[in-house]
């Protein structure tokens, strides 16, 4: 079992930048590739960013790429999401994920724990 617990969201306006937190504890950290996923009201929830278990290898969703940066110490057990540029689209609860296998990265099935999630607003 692995317990995921996100911090760092609030309430910023257009151009400004936040970082979240997902801090892991429970089994072995560095055999999961993290993800954040996010979910706006009335809406599928997204695919974000996901980092492999060693950190080497990253990928994100198309509305996030050159603003969004993922990253992770297995040392600290935390993943993290970088947030910068930020726009009222951006507007969700954001969630921490994780999973065993490096494929179908995109598939929010396919991870097997989550967090509660944290909200991140962003005001015009």
């Known amino acids: 079992q692995v317990q995921l617990v996100e911090s760092g969201g609030g309430l910023v306006q257009a151009g400004e930048s936040l970082r979240l937190s997902c801090a892991a504890s429970?089994?072995?950290?560095?055999?999961?590739?993290m993800a954040w996923f996010r979910q706006a009201p009335g809406k599928e929830r997204e695919f974000v960013a996901v980092?492999?278990?060693?950190?080497?290898?990253?990928s994100y969703g198309d509305s996030v790429k050159g603003r969004f940066t993922i990253s992770r110490d297995n040392a600290k057990n935390t993943a993290w999401l970088q947030m910068n540029s930020l726009n009222p689209e951006d507007t969700a609860v954001y969630y921490c994920?994780?999973?065993?296998?490096?494929?179908?990265?995109?598939?929010?099935?396919?991870?097997?724990?989550w967090g509660q999630g944290t909200q991140v607003t962003v005001s015009a």
């Open positions: 994920a994780a999973k065993i296998a490096w494929d179908r990265l995109e598939w929010r099935n396919g991870y097997i724990y």
């Open positions: 980092i492999s278990q060693s950190g080497s290898f990253t």
């Open positions: 429970g089994r072995t950290f560095s055999s999961y590739a």
